[in-house]
């Protein structure tokens, strides 16, 4: 879906300087910056995360090389400029905010999400497992080290295209990112996940394949500054016809916890995907939402407890017809509580709304 998108002064590479090259051809720096040195040994997943993210990689002397390019540093500026200008603060204002008003929970489910382990993490940085959901191939770590130069500087526009609108505003348009990697060699969803993992400082343990009711998946573990993780991708339809119950006998195994919707399509409006609603109803501790998740009418006030955080007039134009009465009419009747970031597409902070419905 298109969707505007707010625009940002990125920093721009003084390629003026540079030799001139011809299109395509890997061009090494005489006097590259300091901190993207030559290293040795065998890059792995980290240092591919690392890479992705603008970071110096540990491991890989292919890959430090090549991070010794103009080509680049391109790609690491503009990824350090949008993560410092926009989306670290962001974060940073996320966590601030659960920490006083979400309980911790160990497992996350975030339906529709696809790959947005970042702000997922953000919202529960102490959760221990993060089930993440959507349509989106897995795919796995790109095998960097053994590619041509060429090709692997090549797609790193494509990936920068793909993540810019989570990295600006907060969520995946899913159409550009599925084009944009598609056409590169950064297919699926695991390089958008490790570089996440970097650029919030955290440390790639481990990768590896998974199956859950017959769909794809792959599981990533990784450590930060609130210990272990474990971050479950499943690429499954969560539609009646294709939410079965291997899927989610899966899911309730993980245990009960928090289940988050953001820039969810207003799919569980949906009759056709009552199946996953009714299932995280039953079988979630709290829920925290905005506007295009689960409609407020199905909360039963005898089994929960809603507090209402930001603003709510209506859906953006695109969704005009998924407009909630019973939540306009619970914003006006309840004193909502300020809330400094945007979410989904109302990713102005001040036209933002977030519930916390936690059940008795």
């Not at 102490?126 to 080290?145: C, D, H, I």
């Not at 905005?290 to 809603?306: E, K, L, T, Y």
């Not at 004193?335 to 977030?354: K, V």
Request: charged share 20%; net charge positive.
């Amino acid at each position: 879906m298109n969707l505007r998108i707010v625009p940002i002064a990125l920093l721009a590479f003084a390629a003026s300087c540079a030799p001139s090259k011809k299109k395509g051809q890997v061009q090494y720096l005489d006097d590259p910056p300091p901190e993207f040195k030559t290293v040795g040994g065998i890059a792995d997943a980290n240092d591919v995360a690392l890479f992705l993210a603008g970071k110096p990689v540990r491991h890989g002397e292919r890959l430090s090389r090549l991070q010794q390019t103009a080509q680049y540093q391109d790609h690491q500026l503009e990824m350090r400029a949008v993560w410092r200008q926009l989306a670290s603060r962001r974060v940073g204002r996320m966590k601030a905010w659960s920490w006083d008003n979400v309980a911790p929970y160990k497992v996350v489910n975030y339906p529709f999400g696809g790959p947005d382990l970042l702000y997922a993490s953000a919202m529960f940085p102490r959760a221990s497992q993060y089930n993440l959901m959507g349509l989106e191939k897995a795919g796995e770590v790109p095998a960097l080290e053994s590619l041509p130069p060429e090709e692997v500087l090549g797609a790193l526009p494509a990936y920068r295209r793909a993540t810019k609108t989570q990295l600006r505003v907060g969520y995946f348009i899913t159409e550009d990112m599925k084009s944009d990697l598609d056409r590169s060699s950064l297919r699926g969803v695991t390089p958008i996940m490790l570089g996440s993992i970097a650029l919030m400082g955290g440390e790639v343990k481990s990768v590896s394949g998974t199956s859950v009711g017959g769909y794809q998946g792959l599981e990533i573990r990784y450590q930060d500054e609130n210990g272990g993780h474990r971050a479950t991708y499943v690429s499954g339809d969560l539609s009646n016809g294709g939410f079965n119950d291997s899927y989610q006998q899966w899911l309730a195994a993980q245990g009960r916890g928090v289940t988050y919707f953001k820039a969810a399509s207003y799919l569980m409006h949906d009759d056709r995907f009552s199946k996953a609603r009714n299932f995280f109803l039953s079988n979630s501790s709290a829920i925290v939402q905005d506007d295009s998740g689960i409609p407020i009418r199905h909360f039963d006030a005898n089994q929960w407890n809603i507090r209402y955080f930001g603003n709510y007039e209506a859906p953006i134009a695109l969704f005009a017809k998924h407009a909630q009465a019973e939540l306009k009419a619970a914003y006006d009747a309840n004193l909502s509580s300020p809330l400094n970031f945007g979410s989904g597409y109302h990713y102005d902070p001040a036209d933002a709304n977030l519930i916390v419905a936690v059940k008795r």
